[in-house]
């Protein structure tokens, strides 16, 4: 997780790219940079993040 200071010119690239206009807002992208869940407010739970980040995961041969 990193924080990004939106008033900043690298803020206002990530603002736009990801269209968001609410503070805080909570971006979980993947390898690509593709966003995979959004929630605005408050941040989200471990669990909810855990929860994510498994079921994005590609399921590997033993």
């Given at each position: 997780m990193i924080r990004v200071e939106i008033r900043s010119e690298y803020g206002r690239i990530v603002r736009e790219?990801?269209?968001?206009?609410?503070i805080p807002a909570?971006?979980?992208l993947n390898k690509q940079?593709?966003?995979i869940f959004?929630?605005?407010g408050t941040?989200?739970?471990?669990t909810k993040l855990?929860?994510?980040i498994n079921s994005t995961k590609p399921?590997?041969?033993n």
């Open positions: 790219k990801y269209k968001s206009d609410v909570f971006l979980l940079g593709d966003e959004r929630k605005n941040p989200p739970t471990k855990l929860s994510i399921n590997l041969p």
